[in-house]
């Protein structure tokens, strides 16, 4: 587990193979392995196979644009998650799944972007009209996801200057 999290980077180049229905499953399942507060797991994952909508997203913004043969949304449905003062616990939660995806993805070989959408609030409202929903969806982060093009080093980002024993 620990050199699979120095192992996960942001890959922006992919081939053309797809991901098979078998390792999108087994992804979605560690997407909703993740914590949630008070257990409310207020997330909704879009899969987006169809290249006009992947390629509609990809025009949503430029940070977005790269051809990967698969796209998850990852979005907070507000009518699901904690209410009043507590409401904005879907960011974490849904941050948790998306990682997860990230951290599944890596150990099964494939590569993987986190593209973050809210809170810009028209990259918000384009992904939302783009995948039909309504206001209590909160898109939060997108994922590519697809066979690597590009190969980057395992690391870490560790610095003690982040640090602070107390
Ligand atoms: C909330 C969030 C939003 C991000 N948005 C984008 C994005 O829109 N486009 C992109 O290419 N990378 C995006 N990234 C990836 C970061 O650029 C990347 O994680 C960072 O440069 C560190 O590189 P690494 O992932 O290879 O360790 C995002 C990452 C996070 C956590």
Redesign the pocket.
């Known amino acids: 587990m620990i050199e699979t999290i120095y192992q996960?980077?942001?890959?922006?180049k992919f081939t053309n193979e797809k991901i098979s229905d078998e390792n999108i499953l087994t992804l979605l399942k560690c997407a909703m392995a993740a914590p949630s507060a008070r257990n409310t797991k207020p997330w909704e994952f879009y899969v987006i196979k169809d290249e006009t909508t992947q390629q509609s997203l990809r025009d949503v913004?430029k940070?977005?644009a790269?051809n990967s043969s698969l796209i998850i949304i990852v979005a907070g449905n507000t009518d699901k998650s904690m209410t009043k003062n507590d409401n904005d616990f879907w960011i974490q939660d849904c941050?948790a799944a998306?990682?997860n995806i990230?951290l599944a993805a890596t150990s099964l070989e494939i590569g993987s972007?986190?593209?973050?959408?809210y809170p810009v609030k028209e990259r918000v409202e384009a992904v939302r009209k783009i995948i039909k929903e309504k206001e209590n969806i909160i898109p939060?982060?997108?994922i590519?996801l697809g066979y690597k093009a590009e190969e980057?080093e395992a690391?870490t980002?560790f610095s003690s200057e982040n640090v602070h024993f107390i």
């Not at 996960?8 to 922006?12: F, L, Q």
Request: with cysteine.
């Open positions: 996960r980077r942001s890959i922006r913004s940070n977005f790269f941050s998306i990682e990230l972007v986190w593209c973050g959408i939060l982060g997108l590519h980057k690391k980002q």
